[in-house]
């Protein structure tokens, strides 16, 4: 009921009301001065005007609904947009090279990864999400063999999909990232220097969404850059040199 009165707001309910109001008083007022040789139809309009006055509201009604869904899909109304971006609310489910990594907890963000300023200005879809590479599993060793890591992320849709226009992923990744939404499987993607997006409309439903990312760091001995090379051997902080991580965000447009 109560997706039902929110529907009803626009204006054009209140008016078409009004106006079935006042065209019901006139058209009485009419007939009852005016068609004297049908007794029946006088008789009808005097003692019954009440129910006929509700069915003129109820018409009324129905024509806004109408007239609402007509507007949507002409893009006549301005759409709301439900935004879920990656934060602390990021799951880190677990990873097939470091089995002892503790499962099923809340990622540990870490912010070191040396782009993620110049993201944030490249992107501005992404500046208010969290750059995610669970510190737990940021190490040397990592960094020279590369992983595999599962995050998951849930949200909440509360309106119908009939309401909804659009709905989006996008996401930067280093290296690679499989997405999963709602076990449907989108097509691998890798850098960090491209924005990739996604269209879940299809694959999103009413209620809990689950989004899996399988993120990939590659073997830091596979990237062949002898100046990288250099530094990373020389370094005591190898993870500085060959980082992970992804961030998204999720936007989906829908009318009230």
């Known amino acids: 009921?109560?997706?039902?009165?929110?529907?009803?707001?626009f204006i054009i309910s209140v008016m078409l009301a009004i106006v079935g109001i006042i065209g019901l008083n006139a058209l009485v007022s009419f007939i009852s001065k005016t068609i004297r040789i049908i007794p029946w139809m006088n008789a009808l309009l005097n003692q019954h005007s009440g129910i006929l006055l509700l069915i003129v509201i109820l018409i009324s009604f129905y024509l806004a609904r109408k007239q609402s869904m007509i507007s949507r899909k002409l893009g006549m109304l301005s759409p709301e947009t439900l935004t879920i971006v990656s934060n602390e609310e990021t799951i880190f489910i677990g990873s097939n090279t470091n089995k002892a990594l503790p499962s099923n907890v809340k990622a540990v963000p870490a912010q070191i990864h040396p782009l993620v300023k110049e993201a944030d200005r490249k992107y501005p879809e992404l500046r208010t999400a969290t750059w995610i590479a669970d510190r737990r599993n940021i190490t040397n060793d990592e960094a020279i063999y590369g992983g595999q890591y599962t995050f998951v992320r849930k949200f909440e849709i509360s309106f119908e999909l009939s309401h909804m226009r659009s709905?989006?992923?996008?996401l930067i990744v280093d290296d690679f990232c499989e997405l999963i939404v709602n076990g449907t499987r989108f097509e691998k993607v890798e850098g960090y220097q491209n924005l990739h997006r996604f269209d879940i409309s299809k694959v999103v439903q009413e209620g809990i969404n689950h989004l899996q990312f399988v993120i990939e760091n590659m073997d830091f001995h596979k990237l062949n850059d002898p100046n990288v090379n250099k530094g990373f051997y020389n370094s005591k902080e190898k993870f500085l040199w060959n980082p992970y991580g992804f961030k998204f965000c999720i936007a989906i447009q829908y009318f009230r």
Request: hydrophobic share 40%.
């Open 1 to 9: 009921m109560k997706g039902f009165f929110k529907e009803y707001k």
């Open 167 to 170: 709905a989006e992923i996008c």
